[in-house]
């Protein structure tokens, strides 16, 4: 019998009989818990996805057939065939393998995916006069998102189209419980009428851990004469060989590197307090009785976002629309046209795709649309996909967006508050995990202006660090103690205060001025604000102009010289 170790690459399949695939398929859902147990990561739609991808395999000659992984949440398995097992210990760790797919990282990963429903449309480019398979895997939840239906629209009548399987894993969920049309008409089983009348062939549904049947249909779609593309459908289950997962899918989605337990984890580590995540859901339960106006939307995302306990207990006031993110701004431009107060309630990352709706229908019409931006700054593990890098650039360039950056829950109550009164568009960006209640006691509190002081008197202060972000709060106990030196959270990043200005001009000729943001330089201009409020040339730190890979927080954070140490060193010259 074959052992895991004995497999290098996806050739070594392809004399395995179905017991062999089938012992095999339990080494490697045992090798994702066990390294998933250790370091986190997307354990549920990858213990579901083993047979499927050791039949896609045992069949098809990978690279030369591209498959195409949707989103990457469905892929380790994938990733330990194809000579990456050795290293899978090291996923989503600092200089390890990514959580994802990763065109640097293996010639299998034909296509890097980290965002949803994005396979389709990429395997239309791979398919395009190729003699060889492309092979989109895509899951039932990323078909709820529009950019997969305008490929599904264009690859059916592509021109010189070469060979094309769309699989559609179907595990009844995205991160959350899927829903809407579509997933009612895939569980009804109505599927086929749906591609059939799109032009597609159509099998299924199969079941997606029977290894025996998936290789004996693989093989006969391989050798059949294929002209139009076809949808094979089959049904997974997100978490299969892992009880709490199977009991828990959503929970188990992804999950943290857990406490020490000889037999078990926890979908996340225990917090002190609320999640910056909590902080919004419970601010939009307090104040949802006290305002009917009030709505809530997110985009599969109602656990992550802190909103789960708000649709239990308003149900017709929140509004969840899968993985559909321009769609979730758009609509709530709708509702704020009819006087609701929608708070959209999206990952920084994934509102990336609502840019051209915050645009044209929110900001050109001026309406009052509330921006909860989660995970704002870096997230650690899920790597550059995944940080919040961009949303304090992209929301800067947008004419007539107010935007604050709470940085404990004090501040997060106001600035919800200030958004709710606002007439304009309005967004307040914050990062994951815990949120203190309040900071240290600042030497001027103007949180009504949008700042906080700590440390030493502007007029007084031979250094100034001006900090956009939570991560600021690790420099309050030191900026009290530090000689000269000025530290100012700033809140309001847009527009800037009066007061603020005013303040900030204050500073000395030989003052040097030091600013630090959770979010790209380049196309940031708050750098640029600072130095004509000054008159002079200030020294900035953020993300540099290059895509930041996966690692723990602290080791990132030291890596860009974020942390104390260097902002100490950095500061004194």
């Not at 990514?98 to 034909?110: A, K, Q």
């Not at 199977?246 to 999640?275: C, L, M, N, W, Y």
């Not at 002081?453 to 106990?477: H, P, S």
């Amino acid at each position: 019998m074959v052992e895991l170790e004995q497999i290098r690459g996806p050739e070594d399949l392809k004399a395995l009989g179905v017991m062999e695939l089938e012992s095999l398929a339990q080494e490697i859902r045992s090798r994702i818990i066990q390294v998933c147990l250790k370091n986190g990561g997307h354990i549920g739609a990858s213990l579901g996805t083993v047979e499927l991808t050791i039949a896609l395999h045992r069949i098809f000659d990978s690279p030369q057939d591209a498959m195409i992984w949707d989103v990457g949440h469905q892929a380790y398995a994938h990733k330990i065939l194809t000579g990456r097992n050795e290293s899978f210990d090291t996923l989503r760790a600092t200089d390890g393998i990514s959580g994802f797919l990763s065109r640097d990282e293996s010639p299998h990963d034909v296509y890097g995916a980290g965002h949803s429903s994005t396979s389709i449309s990429a395997a239309a480019g791979f398919a395009y006069r190729n003699e060889n398979w492309t092979i989109a895997i895509i899951g039932d939840g990323a078909l709820t998102a529009g950019v997969a239906f305008e490929a599904l629209n264009h690859l059916v009548e592509m021109p010189e189209r070469g060979r094309t399987m769309i699989v559609l894993n179907d595990n009844q969920h995205s991160i959350s419980q899927n829903v809407g049309g579509i997933h009612r008409l895939l569980t009804q089983g109505n599927a086929s009428v749906l591609f059939h009348a799109l032009g597609y062939d159509y099998l299924g549904p199969f079941d997606g851990h029977n290894l025996e049947q998936l290789v004996g249909i693989l093989n006969a779609v391989k050798t059949a004469d294929q002209d139009r593309p076809l949808v094979l459908h089959v049904m997974t289950q997100k978490g299969r060989g892992y009880f709490p997962a199977e009991r828990a899918p959503v929970s188990f989605h992804g999950i943290s590197p857990p406490k020490k337990s000889a037999d078990k984890t926890e979908p996340a580590p225990a917090q002190p307090g609320k999640t910056f995540s909590e902080q919004l859901g419970a601010l939009i339960e307090k104040y949802a009785p006290l305002d009917e106006r009030i709505v809530a939307i997110t985009a599969a995302m109602s656990e992550g976002t802190g909103l789960a306990n708000f649709f239990e207990t308003h149900p017709t006031r929140a509004f969840d629309v899968g993985i559909a993110e321009p769609h979730a701004v758009t609509f709530a431009a709708g509702l704020a046209c009819r006087g609701w107060k929608p708070v959209v309630c999206i990952y920084s990352t994934f509102l990336q795709r609502g840019i051209d709706p915050l645009i044209h229908d929110v900001a050109l019409q001026r309406l009052p649309v509330i921006f909860a931006v989660d995970r704002a700054g870096l997230v650690g593990a899920d790597g550059p996909t995944h940080h919040g890098a961009f949303d304090l650039s992209y929301f800067s360039m947008v004419p007539g967006v107010e935007i604050w950056a709470p940085t404990d829950a004090n501040e997060m109550a106001f600035a919800f508050e200030r958004a709710l009164e606002a007439k304009t568009p309005f967004a307040f960006r914050y990062p994951r995990g815990a949120c203190p209640e309040n900071g240290s006691a600042p030497t001027l509190d103007r949180l009504d202006r949008g700042f906080r002081v700590y440390g030493a008197e502007i007029k007084r202060a031979e250094r100034v660090l001006i900090v956009v972000g939570a991560m600021g709060n690790r420099f309050q106990a030191w900026a009290q103690q530090e000689s000269g030196l000025a530290l100012i959270q700033l809140l309001k990043v847009k527009p800037l205060s009066d007061e603020f200005v005013s303040y900030l001009s204050q500073t000395t000729a030989n003052a040097s001025i030091y600013v630090l943001i959770e979010g790209v330089l380049q196309g940031n201009s708050l750098p640029h604000q600072i130095e004509s409020i000054v008159g002079r040339p200030v020294s900035a730190r953020g993300i540099p102009d290059e895509f930041i890979d996966q690692g723990s927080p602290a080791d990132l954070e030291k890596k860009l010289g974020w942390d104390l140490d260097s902002v100490r060193s950095w500061t004194r010259g």
